[in-house]
């Protein structure tokens, strides 16, 4: 499975922004899907996750009320609907997938996307 993430871009903070992941295969829909994110000089960390029917979703607390995962199998995509933004979200967002339940944990996700880079300002 290959993934592609893009949509991100300079926001004021306060603002919002979309990021889209696009998985190649059909068979996309059948896997756990989750954004993770890395800040300058920091480890990547869990974002988001959500079941492959979309009705289970997982969020870390630092974005909790402002972000929502959501997907659409039909197109094989996965979104991150992030508002309220603020500076500390700046970050690379990274789109992955994974077999089986849903997690927070890095090493468990198989594929990868490569990043897009969200930048808030002031």
């Known amino acids: 499975v290959q993934l592609q993430a893009f949509g991100g871009g300079l926001v004021q903070a306060g603002g919002s922004l979309r990021l889209s992941c696009a998985a190649s295969e059909h068979t996309g829909s059948f896997y756990i899907m989750g954004w993770f994110r890395q800040a300058p000089g920091k480890e990547r960390e869990f974002v988001a996750a959500i079941s492959w029917t979309g009705r289970t979703t997982d969020y870390a607390d630092s974005v909790k009320g402002r972000f929502t995962i959501s997907r659409d199998n039909a197109k094989n995509t996965v979104y991150l609907q992030m508002g309220s933004l603020k500076l500390e979200d700046t970050a690379v967002y990274y789109c992955?997938?994974?077999?089986?339940?849903?997690?927070?944990?890095?090493?468990?996700?198989?594929?990868w996307g490569q990043g897009t880079l969200v930048t808030v300002s002031s």
């Open positions: 992955a997938a994974k077999y089986r339940e849903l997690s927070r944990a890095l090493d468990e996700y198989a594929y």
